[in-house]
T-cell receptor, first 119, second 112 residues
Framework: GAVVSQHPSWVICKSGTSVKIECRSLDFQATTMFWYRQFPKQSLMLMATSNEGSKATYEQGVEKDKFLINHASLTLSTLTVTSAHPEDSSFYIC???????????????FGPGTRLTVT | QKEVEQNSGPLSVPEGAIASLNCTYSDRGSQSFFWYRQYSGKSPELIMFIYSNGDKEDGRFTAQLNKASQYVSLLIRDSQPSDSATYLCAVKYTGANSKLTFGKGITLSVRP
């Protein structure tokens, strides 16, 4: 099956620093990658959608200058949390859509997530 | 605004019982429906997906969809302690910019 990896799986950083999270599709090409954030005991909230080679589309309320997304290739997307603060501490999960399948079909695979703690 | 509601829960059932998880959605244009299982500290994993009205069975899991009532459910037969997790309902509207909208989830606990 399709595998999506994330790195790192967890990270602790100091307030004011930046953190980069990588999302890779290991055995398929991903036309679209999604970035979600999940706070404890809450559901997944979509932050942004990125297509390879184009700018990411951010959901309402998500600061594009704070959460930088780069979809450099069909297998790699990165999320950089700039000037992180304790309120950015969360579980960040990426998901990838397989290239070439019909839009109506299920084809979105989730990575294992990255736990970010900002001290 | 497209919404997905999972208002019941947490749910506790004894081992071997049937667990019934419910979900309603607001957008009649929604066409794809998904149930994910999420263990604590892990990312979601797909359990079932359904597109057509009626029932779809896969092992101990049955997804039920009623588009007229805008209702989708998940039945888990012969519940096991390993089924204890949070179950997320997700809905996708088919279109060029379609994306999954998740409910808040229902926490299921299966008592040995």
């Amino acid at each position: 099956g399709a595998v999506v990896s994330q790195h790192p799986s967890w990270v602790i950083c100091k307030s004011g620093t930046s953190v980069k999270i990588e999302c890779r599709s290991l055995d398929f090409q991903a036309t679209t990658m999604f970035w979600y954030r999940q706070f404890p005991k809450q559901s997944l909230m979509l932050m942004a959608t990125s297509n390879e080679g184009s700018k990411a589309t951010y959901e309402q309320g998500v600061e594009k200058d704070k959460f930088l997304i780069n979809h450099a290739s069909l297998t790699l997307s990165t999320l950089t949390v700039t000037s992180a603060h304790p309120e950015d501490s969360s579980f960040y999960i990426c998901s990838a859509r397989v290239k070439g399948l019909p839009l109506f079909s299920y084809e979105q695979y989730f990575g294992p997530g990255t736990r970010l703690t900002v001290t | 605004q497209k919404e997905v509601e999972q208002n019941s829960g947490p749910l506790s059932v004894p081992e071997g019982a049937i667990a019934s998880l419910n979900c309603t959605y607001s957008d009649r244009g929604s066409q794809s429906f998904f149930w994910y299982r999420q263990y604590s500290g892990k990312s979601p994993e797909l359990i079932m997906f359904i597109y057509s009205n009626g029932d779809k069975e896969d092992g101990r899991f049955t997804a039920q969809l009623n588009k007229a009532s805008q209702y989708v459910s998940l039945l888990i037969r012969d519940s096991q302690p390993s089924d204890s997790a949070t179950y997320l309902c997700a809905v996708k509207y088919t279109g060029a910019n379609s994306k999954l909208t998740f409910g808040k989830g229902i926490t299921l606990s299966v008592r040995p």
